[in-house]
DNA sequence: GCTGCGATTGACT
DNA sequence: GTCAATCGCAGCT
């Protein structure tokens, strides 16, 4: 079946909404691992958004988020978790879309063995770290084309979600000047959406 | 070269 | 609710 490469050329916060409810499959490690996505955040680029790991330049780590969109920003934070962003804009406009939590509907199995500390099934993804870590992503999946036929990591675009059953609010712990911009994306009432915590510090 | 701190999590009170 | 873990990056000297 052909799936076609979808747009995302638009501003991570025009797309960042439409990512809910898609379908990320992992094939890291042979077993097939599939998430529902149902929470996000955008992020903006060079001078736009202080929350942005863009906002200052390009450098050697934020280096993905210039390419073209469609492909896995993958980046490791406070010396032990990596998360996961889908690149979107047009090439070099360094925007780009947090995967901040999700449900997992296939591979469970081996998502409870990456996530032996979740206390439920609900927590397997719920949190952009605990999503890569259920997933096996690390840096190595950096630059990814998550729509690539042969990529160990895909992401499938679903009907968007209607409006009514998306809730809106500030980013999750980013403080200082980005931290008014009502960025966050989750549907409502899932389980999986992580808990909003103020930001901080 | 040195320093501060982060798009977080999990353990603990 | 609070807090430590842990290390690469970015910014500055």
């Known amino acids: 079946m052909m799936r076609p490469r979808p747009d995302l050329t638009a501003h991570a916060r025009e797309i960042a909404p439409l990512l809910l409810g898609s379908l990320l499959t992992s094939r890291v490690g042979g077993v097939p691992v599939t998430v529902r996505i149902t929470e996000v955040e955008a992020y903006g680029g060079v001078g736009e958004d202080p929350g942005s790991h863009a906002f200052r330049r390009e450098t050697p ?55 032996i500390s979740a206390r439920s099934d609900r927590d397997l993804a719920r949190g952009p770290a605990r999503l890569t870590s259920a ?7 950096d630059g990814l084309d998550l729509f690539a036929a042969r990529s160990v990591l895909r992401l499938m675009l679903t009907e968007p979600a209607s409006d009514a059953n998306i809730g809106v609010s500030a980013r ?18 899932e389980p999986s959406v992580s808990l909003y915590r103020r930001a901080s510090r």
């Open 61 to 115: 780590r934020n280096a993905t988020m210039f390419g073209p969109p469609g492909r896995a920003y993958v980046y490791f934070t406070y010396g032990i978790h990596w998360c996961l962003n889908v690149v979107t804009g047009p090439t070099g406009s360094a925007g780009a879309v947090l995967l901040r939590a999700g449900e997992v509907v296939a591979g469970v199995d081996v998502a409870r063995e990456r996530r």
């Open 135 to 141: 997933l096996g992503v690390t840096g190595e999946r």
């Open 172 to 189: 999750t712990g980013v403080g200082g000047a980005g931290a008014g911009t009502p960025w966050r994306f989750f549907l409502l009432g």
